[in-house]
């Protein structure tokens, strides 16, 4: 009872800053849950939780024992669940580290106009279903905020204007560079025959190959949308923040593509009723393919 009459008085005696301090605590606490929600060590978050509440509520009781050893199984147990989510950690830090420059990258670097962006995802979208029909295997990676040099440094630079033509040229299965990725940047290859990082997520489905694997590897630690085209099968998938979506054709495809290259064009930012319709727009096609690939 002394607690809980302690609690109550804390209650009434709160002001303006401590109701700040406890709703900041609390978007912290749902920003975290979302984080684990889908990660591989989610198990280990939970048992790590029931053991915090187990030490609340021994806390409570005064049980000395059993709070002393909680205390001591905590202290073990929160090291073991920043070694279990290093490479989750690492990912969004990264992303997290790229967003306050977005905008200086997007408005100082990006050197395409809205007719290139546009230009660019035509090509991109007619040779991935080409490609597609002839079961040609390919992975492009569209480069957004996330600076991609070290992945680009890995294959052959180039700076050479999107092309349905070149594009098809480069992922030929005779060609040199056909089993690396091509990385493009404002509308423009920067690079091809590049390596990527294989994604180490359990989950993911076994039938999936290494493209597949390296596309949603890229797409876990950058904000890069990565495009593949199976060998095998044929089928048109888009990876983006880890996850894996199927069954693309060309609309579908375009319509993707222009939320991502469009959205965060130039012309766009200076034009904030446009940026905005481009948003909804975005959304809504988000929706609608999410919905098609439940129908499948």
Known sequence: MERLTEILNYIKEMDILDILDIGLVAFILYALYKFIRERRATKLAVGVIILFALNLFSDFLNLTVMQFILQNVLQVGMI???????PELRSALEKVGSEPIRSFRNLAD????????????????DAACNMAL????????????????PYAESGTELDAKVNSYLLKNIFFNKAPMHDGAVILRDSRV?????????STNPDIVKDLGTRHRAAIGLSEVSDAVVIVVSEETGVISVAQEGKLRRGYDHISLSKALRDVMLAQNP??????VKAFFSRIAGQFNKKHDEKGEGEQ
């Open 80 to 86: 073991a669940l920043v070694i279990v989510f290093q």
């Open 110 to 125: 990006s050197k395409a106009s809205y007719a290139e962006y546009n230009d660019a995802i035509s090509n991109i979208c």
């Open 134 to 149: 002839d079961r040609t295997g390919v992975l492009i990676v569209i480069e957004r905020t996330t600076d991609l040099t």
């Open 190 to 198: 920067r690079a091809a025959g590049c390596f990527l990082p294989l």
């Open 267 to 272: 012309e766009n930012t200076k034009n904030p």
